[in-house]
């Protein structure tokens, strides 16, 4: 696993254009506490360059959020040959799909993160798994987030999920401070952030910082 | 657009951009194809290679010459099927094809029906735009996503008039997705995955869940994928299906693309 135990981090995800995610990227003070996600959409629409292009103007750590549903394998090399150091599946993908995503990404040497979104029981489809992943992201979808206003983030989740797996826990969906510290105080391992991060502006590093500053 | 009581084939590709200049070269100029953006190739390409696997279908008709003449641009969608018929008859390269195949004007496809597979799961909206830009007919959601996801994905399609499919990968009850949608989708695609497929002989391609579907929604038409034997293309064709996809056949069986294709439309008329 290239990601440390025992220390938080903070992982912006880039959802704009391609361009946009450059600037912010070369904005953000360098912190081996900062992981720097290329967004679904990016993926979607510039391919896998959105990761090499990111990938040769940062020595960050990339998350390249492929959201896998079927054919593990294709998605983890093309991550893996793009130069990102983890990708993402989905949870309510097949069993059979996550279980060669995450072989797959030990052998390509990089971190494999299961994403829960609308998934009820994480504990459930672990407890499936051959192998735990890596990372385990705890997930309220943008679209859950904006149409329906009393979804919460399950934070509870985190430690049981912990308790019983040999695995670190991202949160994703709650943008606010406010979250970010109940994601801490909860035991996440990572907080992912990606609205104040949309546009680049003035802001950005000084934003970085201070989320920073809440991820301890 | 897809009509009802037609057969479509839905050729998936997965593979290089390479491959598939040559495969949709090899393909007969049937409206009854529909190619389909593979998830592999927009997330290695971006959504734009849709753009490219058009090009390649419009070379069918004019030619590689087609960005000197300026012909690259010429709107297709404003010339109608007798004055398009005209256009082609000009150029003695279709000419050609047109006598050899003997096409009658109405089965020809001018504009190909392009699906982009973006098995979305959440930001529908953004996805579902990107599509169309890259000039996609239609889009592919998760029957999986969030219903949030779902509905938005279904508005958003709606909106900007391109279909809407429903995969239900790895959903045990289809029904109970569709019940709780605000809109339903134009097609549901009945799917078994890849890597289920290869990991688990036993998991069958959903075809009892064909009639099931058809019988409570009317408006609905099926595609059935992750068959991957010419008989199990059939038997999609067969048990009603509207839209039977293909992949691995395909891509595995490169040269023999428009023989499989002929095949398949000859026995599903």
């Known amino acids: 696993m290239i990601i440390k135990r025992n220390r938080k981090y903070l992982q912006i995800a880039l959802n704009s254009t391609l361009n946009e995610a450059i600037e912010i990227v070369r904005k953000l003070p360098f912190s081996e506490r900062i992981l720097i996600e290329v967004g679904t959409p990016l993926i979607k629409i510039y391919g896998k360059r959105a990761i090499s292009e990111i990938r040769v103007i940062t020595p960050s750590y990339i998350v390249a959020d492929t959201k896998c549903a079927d054919l593990a394998l294709r998605d983890v090399k093309m991550v893996a040959e793009a130069g990102a150091q983890a990708a993402t599946c989905l949870g309510v993908a097949p069993v059979e799909t996550i279980d060669v995503f995450i072989k797959e990404c030990k052998k390509a040497g990089i971190d494999s993160m299961v994403d829960m979104m609308n998934v009820d029981q994480p504990i459930n489809i672990l407890r499936e798994l051959k192998n735990s992943p890596d990372v385990v992201i705890i997930h309220r979808g943008v679209d859950e987030t904006e149409f329906s206003k009393d979804k919460q983030i399950p934070f509870y989740q985190i430690n049981e999920i912990k308790n019983n797996f040999d695995t670190l826990l991202s949160v994703a969906g709650g943008d606010k401070i406010e979250e970010v510290q109940r994601s801490m105080f909860n035991g996440a391992d990572i907080v992912v952030v990606w609205k104040d991060f949309y546009q680049s502006t003035d802001e950005t590093k000084d934003l970085a910082k201070e989320f920073l500053k809440e991820i301890r | 657009m897809i009509e009802r009581n037609k057969k479509y084939l839905q050729i998936a590709f997965n593979r290089s951009l390479n491959e598939v200049a040559t495969m949709v070269g090899l393909l007969p100029l049937s409206d009854r194809i529909i190619i389909e953006a593979g998830y592999p190739l927009i997330k290695t390409y971006g959504v734009d290679v849709i753009n490219s696997i058009r090009g390649f279908w419009r070379q069918k008709f004019f030619g590689p ?33 047109f006598q050899e195949k003997k096409i009658e004007d109405k089965t020809v496809a001018i504009n190909l029906y392009i699906v982009a597979d973006l098995k979305c799961m959440d930001r529908a909206f953004t996805e579902v735009e990107a599509a169309k830009n890259a000039g996609a007919s239609a889009a592919t959601c998760l029957g999986l996503a969030p219903v949030e996801t779902i509905d938005a994905f279904i508005k958003k399609c709606e909106e900007i008039k391109i279909d809407s499919f ?104």
Not at chain 2, 75 to 93: H, N, P, Q, T, Y
Not at chain 2, 236 to 251: E, Q, R, T
């Open chain 2, 166 to 269: 429903l995969d239900m990968l790895n959903v045990e009850y289809p029904f109970e997705v569709l019940s709780k949608l605000k809109s339903l989708p134009k097609i549901v695609m009945l799917h078994r995955g890849v890597d289920e497929g290869e990991g688990n002989r036993e998991k069958e391609v959903p075809y009892h869940q064909i009639e099931r579907i058809k019988g409570t929604y009317d408006d609905i038409l099926i595609a059935i994928a992750g068959g991957e034997t010419a008989r199990e293309a059939i038997t999609g064709g067969f048990n009603d299906a509207d839209i039977v996809i293909v992949w691995k056949l395909f891509n595995e069986n490169p040269g023999k693309i428009a023989e499989l294709t002929e095949e398949f439309l000859e026995k599903t008329k």
């Open chain 2, 65 to 97: 010459e087609d960005s000197k003449s300026g012909m690259k641009n010429f709107k297709l969608e404003m010339l109608g099927l007798a004055e398009f018929r005209d256009l082609l008859l000009k150029k003695d390269s279709f000419k050609k094809i």
